[in-house]
Nanobody, 122 residues
Framework: QVTLVESGGGSVQAGGSLRLSCVAS????????MAWFRQAPGNEREGVAS????????LYADSVKGRFTISQDNAQNTVYLQMNSLSPGDTAMYYC???????????????WGQGTQVTVSS
């Protein structure tokens, strides 16, 4: 069992930055891939970024490449999502997920956090 707790969401103006954090606990060995997903009202869930925590390999959605950075602190069992140059289109609930496949497909992730809201105003 893995528990994920997100934090760091909030409201920001377009062009601003936020850093999301996801603290993981439990049996992490079976779920070495951490990822961030987002879902806006009326939209499908979208994979944003994922990281293979054992080797730091990463994967990004085209929509966030060059603006978002996923990173990890293994000592703290924490994964971060640094979000820069935010736009209103980035407004969504952001979820942390844990799994064992480096992908942006949500069905590959077994464990999910409760989410943190990001709102970007123009």
């Amino acid at each position: 069992q893995v528990t994920l707790v997100e934090s760091g969401g909030g409201s920001v103006q377009a062009g601003g930055s936020l850093r999301l954090s996801c603290v993981a606990s439990g049996y992490l060995y079976s779920s070495p891939v951490m990822a961030w997903f987002r879902q806006a009202p009326g939209n499908e869930r979208e994979g944003v970024a994922s990281i293979f925590t054992r080797h730091t390999a990463t994967l990004y959605a085209d929509s966030v490449k060059g603006r978002f950075t996923i990173s990890q602190d293994n000592a703290q069992n924490t994964v971060y999502l640094q979000m820069n140059s935010l736009s209103p289109g980035d407004t969504a609930m952001y979820y942390c997920a844990a799994g064992n496949l480096l992908t942006l497909r949500g069905e590959s992730f077994r464990y999910w956090g409760q989410g943190t809201q990001v709102t970007v105003s123009s």
